[in-house]
C-alpha cells in the first residue's frame, strides 16, 4: 500500500518561510517523479512543483518560481518543498503526490498523479 505523509506546515508572517516535507512508503521511490500542488479554499487544486525521479529536472508554477524549491532524498524516500518570501496568497492545503507513470517526465495536471497526501496547512499572515 502506499503511503505518503506530509509535514512542515503551519502559521508564518508573509516574508517568511516554511519547508515542506513529504515521506512516501509502498514504491519503489526513486523510480517515480513527485509533484506538489495545493488548494485554497473555494478554489480548484493547482501544480505548485515537480521534481523528477532522480532530482535532476524541476518544474514551477510561475506564481512560486525564484521562491519555492523543490528537492528529494531518493535514500530517504522523501520529497520536500522550500517556501520563501512567502505571501498571503500562497495560503493553502498543500499535497504531495506521486506520478502515475514511472521512468517518466512529470507533468502538472493533477490527474497524471495517482497517490496523494493527507495534505498539511499553510497560512500566511499579512
Known amino acids: 500500500q502506499v503511503q505518503l505523509v506530509e509535514s512542515g506546515g503551519g502559521l508564518v508572517q508573509a516574508g517568511g518561510s516554511l519547508r515542506l516535507s513529504c515521506a512516501v512508503s509502498?514504491?519503489?521511490?526513486?523510480?517515480?517523479?513527485m509533484g506538489w500542488f495545493r488548494q485554497a479554499p473555494g478554489k480548484e487544486r493547482e501544480f505548485v512543483a515537480a521534481i523528477s525521479r532522480s532530482g535532476g529536472m524541476t518544474y514551477y508554477a510561475d506564481l512560486v518560481t525564484g521562491r519555492f524549491a523543490v528537492s528529494r532524498d531518493n535514500a530517504k524516500n522523501t520529497v520536500y518543498l522550500q517556501m520563501n518570501s512567502l505571501k498571503p496568497e500562497d495560503t493553502a492545503v498543500y499535497y504531495c503526490?506521486?506520478?502515475?507513470?514511472?521512468?517518466?517526465?512529470?507533468?502538472?495536471?493533477?490527474?497524471?498523479?495517482?497517490?496523494w497526501g493527507q495534505g498539511t496547512q499553510v497560512n500566511v499572515s499579512s
Open positions: 509502498g514504491r519503489t521511490f526513486s523510480n517515480y517523479a
Open positions: 503526490a506521486t506520478f502515475r507513470r514511472p521512468l517518466t517526465t512529470p507533468t502538472m495536471s493533477p490527474y497524471d498523479y495517482d497517490y
